[in-house]
């Protein structure tokens, strides 16, 4: 491994110590939410509902930073992807997302399947991921993702499922990744299903895949 990938692999390595718990209330943190669908002939229904009424709703919750939705483009892993950058655990259990964002999913929930929600810190905010690019999540280390030439950021579960423990995320040109299914086991590959919504912004201006 080259002097400088050692540097970064050091840097990354301090990043995914554990914090103490004190972290929940307090800095922003990332929200991740995970689940598959079994029922084809709803799913792109849901997809739209999802995409473009529950995103919206989301961040225009107090505390809610960004929001973007991803499918993956592997299989190991949930097929469906949604990250947001939030202040900490206690938003989730305020009246304001429970009213605007948690739930509403009464209609499919009987075909939503694989469903995982965790919270992290380490990161502040999470990187918006456009048209042309991957998101790449790792849960066994940075190395792989410095093998492609990516700057992964380290993340630390520290409520809800808590697992994955410790992710590494990074994104990548889609043209820098030839070949998908020829990377290693354990990295995911995720396609953005829409744009990357922010506190205040305008509604999602792509499609829903």
Not at 192 to 206: F, K, N, R, W
Request: with cysteine; proline share 5%.
């Amino acid at each position: 491994m080259a002097g400088n990938q050692r540097l970064i692999m050091i840097k990354y390595q301090r990043q995914a110590r554990p914090k103490t718990a004190l972290a929940i209330k307090g800095g922003t943190m990332i929200y991740t939410v995970e689940c598959s669908f079994a029922d084809p002939v709803s799913e792109g229904e849901w997809n739209n509902f999802y995409s473009f009424d529950k995103l919206p709703a989301l961040i225009s919750v107090s505390g809610f930073h960004t929001s973007q939705r991803f499918k993956a483009l592997r299989v190991g892993c949930p097929v469906y992807l949604a990250m947001h950058s939030i202040d900490g655990l206690e938003i989730l259990t305020g009246e304001e997302y429970r009213q605007k964002g948690g739930g509403n999913f009464a209609r499919w929930q009987q075909h939503i399947t694989d469903w995982h929600r965790n919270l992290y810190d380490g990161v502040e905010r999470v990187m918006a991921v456009h048209d042309d690019e991957y998101l790449v999540l790792s849960a066994t280390g940075p190395e792989s993702l410095l093998e492609l030439g990516l700057a992964p950021q380290a993340i630390h579960a520290v409520a809800m499922e808590k697992f994955p423990e410790r992710r590494w995320l990074a994104k990548s040109k889609r043209d820098e990744i030839a070949d998908i299914d020829r990377l290693p086991d354990g990295i995911h590959i995720y396609e953005p299903m829409t744009a990357q919504l922010t506190s205040g912004s305008d509604p999602i201006v792509g499609k829903a895949r």
